[in-house]
């Protein structure tokens, strides 16, 4: 047992320590959320694959709380070890179940700790399926990772965040001291684009389906989904036209794939285009620290904001009740409100004028950095930093 007072400490992007009071206090910010929405229905047992943080918890919390579905978690995250904490998305696992377990009884949450890229990941969880839900009929695809070991070839790709075709000359903030500066970052090579492809492209979600309906743990009539961004113009060089837009394309390759495997079962589908939102994953993307600072003033201005949660419960609420935008290619489109043209004409119109000087006026700057602490769990007006608390926590299977 290690009881400790713990600050944030940032290194860049990263916060390398997480307030195991504060993740719960997130966790429990979000559930109340969906809490006052009305209830989700039409979904009994979900696989959400990259369920401790971002849009996948968000999704775990709406499945849970808001539909009383059950839940089968897969992540990849770190128990403390020693003067070390453990990663946020450890404590808003440890959170999520204990919240379940006293608000949702009888609601099961089965939690898998491991690379979500592995065979042997994919075959615990076919067995944790067979052996307490039997099937499911959604799968969640919410995977954020910087590398992929291969499962057949144990090859190492890592992604990288890059243009490529020419090099991007744009504005970028530096989150750790607040300064709005330009970048230049130069095209990718055709190796790197391929990484990026095999980390971040469409190959896992199919290999997690095919293992999935080989296990026979997907029932008739199953819906997968898996996340994608698109943007506005100004964040293209870096995202859409990017590495990782090339990665996102590919997702559109495996969803054909994937319809074609689940026909059998009259399964479907889909890719989710979401929002842009403050995200351990996002706020690593150059440009996007910046344009999400502004998006959200105006977001918040147009009375349109939304972060995680919000995007994840209207996404079950309309998804499953047949309103969802579904857009010419059969994407669900949840960034329908980011992009509506008087939300990013505000944003184009004060995008060139940003600097240093008026981030914090013209910008929601200290939102943003507020919402990038609240990930590791600080700031959190019920939490008493300046007392030690326990780090050493367990992810509990009692509801399993
Ligand atoms: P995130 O970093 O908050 O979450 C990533 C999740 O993946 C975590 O649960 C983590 O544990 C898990 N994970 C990472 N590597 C793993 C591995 N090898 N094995 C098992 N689990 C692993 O990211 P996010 O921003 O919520 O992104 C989720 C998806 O949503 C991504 O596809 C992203 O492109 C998409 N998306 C994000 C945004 C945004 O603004 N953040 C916008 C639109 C779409």
Known sequence: MAKSIIAPRIKGFICTTAHPAGCASHVREQIAHVQKQKPIGGIRNVLIIGASTGYGLASRISAAFGGHANTVGIYFERPAQGDRTASAGWYNTVAFNEELRRSCPGVKAININGDAFSDAIKAQTVAAIKNSLGTVDLVIYSLASPRRTHPK???????????????????????????????????????????????????????????????GVLAPGICTVAYSYIGPELTWPIYKDGTIGRAKEDLDRATQEIRKRLKSINGQAFISVNKAVITQASSAIPVVPLYISLLFKVMKEMLLHEGCIEQMCRLFLEFYAG??????????????????????????????????????TETDYDAYVAGFLKLFGFGFPDVDYARPVETELEIDDENG
């Open 323 to 360: 309103k969802a935008m579904i857009d010419e290619t059969n994407r669900i489109r949840m960034d329908n409100w980011e992009l509506r043209k008087d939300v990013q004409a505000a944003v184009a119109a004060a995008w060139p004028a940003l600097t240093t000087e008026n981030l914090r």
């Open 153 to 215: 070839t144990g090859q190492i790709f890592n992604s990288v965040l890059k243009p490529t075709s020419k090099a991007f000359l744009g504005k970028t903030v530096n989150t750790d001291r607040g300064i709005v500066h330009e970048v230049i970052i130069d095209p990718a090579t055709e190796e790197e684009i391929s990484a990026t492809v095999a980390v971040m492209g469409g190959e896992d979600w199919q290999l997690w389906m095919e293992a999935l309906r080989e296990g």
